[in-house]
């Protein structure tokens, strides 16, 4: 799955560790999740929408 995470965390000025630390996961969880190598559970796909007040599909994109 495509996401457009990293794009959206650095326009907002954001490290991954700043990101994992508001979403209360691992920076390790972000970078996997920015680099494609691990797709998001839907609670966390969820949270991340909402942090950056975005719908989930505007986020994460099906290939």
């Known amino acids: 799955m495509r ?13 991954q560790q700043d990101l ?3 979403l209360q996961v691992s920076r390790q969880t972000i970078n996997s999740i920015e680099t494609g190598r691990y797709d998001p559970s839907l609670p966390l796909a969820i949270a991340i929408a909402r942090y950056f007040q ?6 994460f994109h099906a290939d």
């Open 54 to 59: 975005h719908p989930v599909e505007e986020i």
């Open 20 to 22: 994992a630390e508001a």
């Open 3 to 15: 996401n457009s995470l990293r794009g959206l965390r650095a326009g907002a000025g954001m490290s």
